[in-house]
């Protein structure tokens, strides 16, 4: 049963020094973590020169009645609206999201970015957090690699490696837009929202080489280099348009993505 002092070792183990990082963690996938999910945090915080969580709150969405064609969205069905939460600064992050990433954002001295559904939380990584637009919501992990900043998934796999999403961004790949509840009663478009994530374990062979791996209680611990996953992934969308996308035939946005890579291809 790892504590607080165990999870710093190993975190040092990773020798990634004053590093700042982008966290994804499975709280669950350490077996039992003495002090749990504050543990966890203070331990990232000592370990690493930042720690930054995405803290996404996807209750806020709404459906509006109309939008740009070929969005994955079917603007007749709004009957979820009713179930939406308007976005306010202090919201919970999803539950999606783990106890750990929600943790880090109550942390006193944590800051958080501005978007009402792809928000991020971090601490001693201002500049980053401070980096994101509406149109822009990767631009904190876009100023990470800048500072050559690491991936790091806690028990968990690339399906939930955000930082992909950015370099499907930046090789052109198709983006989304969405609709965010305000307290004030307005839809907020926001544009430059991502595909689909289910599919982004098939990166792993590409990145492998540069990974670093430790275990942690019952968890397996990856760490990689942003700047080298960032472009290993746009290497893999430039060979193949259609790579990373899932095979669920229901999926409307790796559909979507498909439909614009068949259209451009025509162009
Ligand atoms: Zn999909």
């Known amino acids: 049963m790892p504590n607080f002092n165990d999870l710093?070792?190993?975190?040092?183990?990773?020798?990634?020094?004053?590093?700042?990082?982008?966290?994804?963690?499975?709280?669950?996938?350490?077996?039992?973590?003495?002090?749990?999910?504050d543990a966890v945090v203070t331990a990232l915080i000592y370990?690493?020169?930042?720690?930054?969580?995405?803290?996404?709150?996807?209750?806020?969405?709404?459906?509006p009645?109309?939008?740009p064609a070929n969005n994955a969205i079917n603007y007749s069905r709004r009957e979820w609206n009713r179930h939406a939460v308007p976005y306010t600064k202090d919201m919970s992050a999803d539950s999606?999201?783990?106890?750990?990433?929600?943790?880090?954002?109550?942390?006193?001295?944590?800051?958080?970015?501005?978007?009402?559904i792809l928000s991020f939380a971090g601490v001693n990584?201002?500049?980053?957090?401070?980096?994101?637009?509406?149109?822009?919501?990767?631009?904190?992990?876009?100023?990470?690699?800048?500072?050559?900043?690491?991936?790091?998934?806690?028990?968990?796999?690339?399906t939930v490696n955000t930082?992909?999403?950015?370099?499907?961004?930046?090789?052109?790949?198709?983006?989304?837009?969405r609709w965010a509840l305000l307290d004030d009663g307005k839809q907020q478009a926001c544009p430059g929202?991502?595909?689909?994530?289910?599919?982004?374990?098939?990166?792993?062979?590409?990145?492998?080489?540069?990974?670093?791996s430790i275990q942690v209680g019952e968890a397996t611990v990856l760490a990689?280099?942003?700047?080298?996953l960032i472009a290993k992934t746009m290497d893999r969308i430039k060979k193949d348009p259609l790579a990373l996308l899932c095979q669920q035939a229901e999926c409307e946005r790796c559909m979507a993505v498909r439909e614009h890579v068949r259209v451009r291809a025509q162009g």
């Open 8 to 37: 710093i070792v190993s975190f040092q183990t990773l020798e990634l020094q004053d590093k700042p990082v982008i966290a994804h963690a499975s709280l669950r996938a350490f077996g039992h973590v003495e002090g749990g999910p």
């Open 47 to 63: 370990a690493f020169g930042g720690v930054m969580m995405p803290t996404h709150t996807y209750k806020t969405m709404v459906t």
């Open 65 to 67: 009645e109309g939008g």
């Open 96 to 116: 999606l999201m783990g106890s750990v990433a929600e943790n880090l954002r109550q942390r006193p001295e944590a800051k958080r970015s501005m978007h009402p």
């Open 125 to 158: 990584v201002d500049d980053a957090i401070g980096k994101q637009t509406l149109e822009n919501p990767f631009a904190p992990i876009l100023n990470l690699a800048d500072q050559e900043g690491w991936v790091l998934l806690m028990g968990v796999d690339h």
């Open 163 to 177: 930082s992909i999403h950015l370099a499907e961004r930046l090789a052109k790949r198709k983006q989304f837009t």
């Open 193 to 212: 929202f991502p595909g689909d994530s289910s599919g982004f374990q098939a990166i792993e062979p590409d990145v492998r080489p540069y990974t670093r």
């Open 224 to 228: 990689l280099p942003l700047r080298i």
